[in-house]
């Protein structure tokens, strides 16, 4: 095993755990978390001298991950949208599919928009400062804030609205 590879190694081992919670987080199916981990890592380990050289490899491959659930996001979409025009009019969802807790959370993050999902993912749930969020959107900090303030109150429209739900 070479160098490069040794050390990609080290780099993968320890930083998987995390780069899965986040990819699960951003997209709420443990199976395409584990899918969205291996495309940037194959992503990463194919460009790893240029990940090696950025300011932070971590933000790097995060970075990568985030586009890759983003792209993925877009494709389900579409296929949703597609989908939703076929269907009937007067079909309603079974409200014994509602799940609480994690399921509700999961389903909040979900309705956000990709960019608000990804800034509350690694500001909340990844602990990331606003400047280290900044690095791995790749945007400006205050970009962080005001996609962070948006998300907060769709979050909070989503919750006060289950609570009058319930």
Same mark, same amino acid.
């Given at each position: 095993?070479?160098?490069?590879?040794? /050390? !990609? @190694?080290?780099?993968? =081992?320890? @930083?998987? %755990?995390?780069?899965?919670?986040?990819?699960?987080?951003?997209?709420?199916?443990?199976?395409?978390?584990?899918?969205?981990?291996? /495309?940037?890592?194959?992503?990463? !380990?194919?460009? &790893?001298?240029?990940?090696?050289?950025?300011?932070?490899?971590?933000?790097?491959?995060?970075?990568?991950? =985030?586009?890759?659930?983003?792209?993925? &996001?877009?494709?389900?979409?579409?296929?949703?949208?597609?989908?939703?025009?076929? /269907?009937?009019?007067?079909?309603?969802?079974?409200?014994?599919?509602?799940?609480?807790?994690? %399921?509700?959370?999961?389903? %909040?993050?979900?309705?956000?928009?990709?960019?608000?999902?990804?800034? =509350?993912?690694?500001?909340?749930?990844?602990?990331?400062?606003? @400047?280290?969020?900044?690095?791995?959107?790749?945007?400006?900090?205050?970009?962080?804030?005001?996609?962070?303030?948006? %998300?907060?109150?769709?979050?909070?429209? !989503?919750?006060?609205?289950?609570?009058?739900?319930?």
């Amino acid at each position: 095993m070479s160098r490069s590879e040794e /050390e !990609f @190694r080290a780099f993968v =081992i320890s @930083r998987a %755990a995390s780069l899965h919670r986040t990819a699960y987080l951003l997209c709420g199916d443990w199976h395409l978390a584990d899918d969205l981990v291996q /495309e940037a890592l194959a992503k990463a !380990f194919r460009h &790893w001298k240029r990940v090696q050289r950025a300011d932070s490899p971590d933000a790097y491959v995060r970075r990568i991950l =985030i586009n890759e659930s983003n792209r993925r &996001w877009r494709a389900r979409r579409d296929l949703v949208l597609r989908a939703e025009e076929a /269907e009937p009019d007067g079909v309603t969802s079974d409200p014994a599919d509602e799940v609480v807790d994690r %399921a509700e959370l999961l389903e %909040a993050l979900q309705s956000l928009p990709p960019r608000q999902r990804a800034t =509350i993912v690694l500001r909340y749930l990844d602990g990331l400062s606003e @400047r280290e969020t900044a690095v791995v959107l790749e945007c400006s900090e205050g970009t962080v804030k005001s996609q962070t303030s948006r %998300a907060l109150t769709r979050l909070n429209r !989503f919750f006060t609205r289950e609570e009058l739900v319930r």
